[in-house]
Every structure is written in C-alpha cells, then in structure tokens.
C-alpha cells in the first residue's frame, strides 16, 4: 500500500487558515488522495479527495503538487469545530486487493 | 449523503461473552466494508476486509476465530468480538466503500467496547 506522511500535530489560531501538509512520494497514477478528519469517540468524517486538480467544497481545499508526491488540505478560516485529527490517505478503486490503511494523522489544535 | 450506521455505539460486558457489533448502509450497496479498532491516542489498525458474499480478509495478527466477521446482504455486515477479555476493550470502527470509483469511504460512529 502506498504509505503517507503526515506532521504528527500543528497549531492554529481561530480565524486564521491552516494548511495541513501530506508526504505521499510512492502514489500510483490510480491513486485518489482522500483527507478524512475524526473527532475524539467519533469515527472518521470525509473533508475532500483529489486526483490531479485542486479541489474546493464548502470544508476545505486540497492543492495537489503537480508531481503527486504531495498535497495540502487547506482549511480557510479556522474554527474550534476543527479540532481534530487529520488522516491524509490514498485510496485505489477497484480489484479485490483494495485495502485502505490509516497512518497517524495530523492533530490539529485550534486556539481560541 | 450516503450514511454508515453502527450498532450499538456503546457496550460493556463481563470477560468470556461475545458481543455482536453492526454496521448497515443505509441508502446504497457496500460490497465491501472495512473494520478498524482504535485504541485511545492511537490511530485506526485495520482488521479485516468484508466483502459481501465471500470469507473476510484479515489483517496479519488478527485471530479470525476471535473477530467473526458476517457480510451476508450488501447493506449489513457484523463483527462478533468472541468470548471477550479486558485486552479487547477497544473503540471498533466499521466503514464501507462507497459507490463511486474515488474509493470513498464512509465511516461508522463506532462502538466503544468495554470488557470487565
């Protein structure tokens, strides 16, 4: 499975935008980067997904690099509903080998 | 939007009883779904692959015949925690695919389990 790097935590002041970074140098061309959030004892929540263009909706943007090896979730206006941990992941459709596996995630902290 | 739902969101038991945790799609067909156990400031591991029809797929170093895994229709599928013991106290996960070719998951609410 290709693997993704994620900073384990980052800080953000309320108001202000955050931009979450993603390492992920092994992606295939098949690969779709899905960003998933999760609140303490809550499962995980879907942000946004891309393949090669950047992305908005009403959560947040991702801006892919070009190469694909990276990527950022951008969170415009920070609020204290954003606090949570961030998981950057690569999923692959299709074929009975498909699995999906959760690195550690981005904690985010989100100061009023 | 499609929606997981995963029952019951809480359970505590005594050690040796097994406990059946489910997870339904509500508004589409999941051929696969995926269960995940997290402990507490942990991310989620991965536990086995449902997919509906056939025998789940389990990670490396999940006892099969502990975790019993059911996907008999394509919106339901079961995780039975086998005569339980404290070390399975955990927060259990499921999610199923989604019907588009993204690969897009959508996720449970997640049963906490507690064995005394």
């Known amino acids: 499975d290709a693997k993704t790097t994620q900073p384990n935590s980052m800080e953000s002041n309320e108001e202000e935008p955050v931009h979450l970074p993603c390492n992920h140098s092994t992606i295939s061309g098949t690969d779709y980067i899905h960003w998933y959030r999760q609140l303490p004892s809550q499962g995980p929540e879907y942000v946004i997904h891309g393949l090669t263009s950047n992305v908005n909706n009403r959560m947040a943007s991702l801006a892919i690099a070009e190469d694909r090896k990276s990527s950022t979730l951008i969170l415009h206006r920070a609020t204290l509903r954003d606090a949570a941990v961030y998981y950057c992941i690569l999923t692959r459709g299709g074929g009975s080998n498909y699995k999906l596996t959760f690195g550690k995630g981005t904690l985010l902290t989100v100061n009023p | 939007g499609a929606v997981v739902s995963q029952h019951p969101s809480r359970v505590i038991c005594k050690s040796g009883t097994s406990v059946k945790i489910e997870c339904r799609s509500l508004d589409f067909q999941a051929t696969t779904m995926f269960w995940y156990r997290q402990f507490p400031k942990q991310s989620l591991m991965l536990m086995a692959t449902s997919n509906e029809g056939s025998k789940a797929t389990y990670e490396q170093g999940v006892e099969k015949d502990k975790f019993l895994i059911n996907h008999a229709s394509l919106t339901l599928s079961t995780l039975t925690v086998t005569s339980a013991h404290p070390e399975d106290s955990s927060f259990y996960i499921c999610?199923?695919?989604?019907?588009?070719?993204?690969?897009?998951?959508?996720f449970g609410s997640g049963t906490q389990l507690s064995v005394l």
């Open positions: 999610s199923a695919r989604g019907p588009a070719a993204t690969g897009k998951l959508f």
